[in-house]
């Protein structure tokens, strides 16, 4: 999730990305994600398991955020917000 494109990212894991996009969008909880308004959708990963989905979390938030943005750019290059695209 992103403000704006090259904008502040937050990366996430849940077990149902519609509503949790959802829930980002119209601010319903607080923390980092309301904080600093990301509220576009411009990556995402399926998993087989919560186990695997969260091992990937880990992975992209220890990673630098030129690796975030590169991740981002090779799937989304325009950062257009895919939110639409899974609903």
Known sequence: MTNKVNGTL????????????????????EGFAKIYCCKQ?????IHES???AITREKQIKAGS?????????????????LYSQII
Do not use: Q
Request: hydrophobic share 35%.
């Open 65 to 81: 955020r030129k690796k975030k943005l590169e991740l981002i750019e090779s799937l989304n290059p325009e950062w257009k917000d």
């Open 10 to 29: 937050y990366t996430g894991v849940t077990s149902n990305l519609i509503k949790r996009v959802h829930e980002h969008i119209n601010g319903v909880y």
């Open 41 to 45: 959708l411009v990556y995402y990963e």
């Open 50 to 52: 919560m186990a695997s």
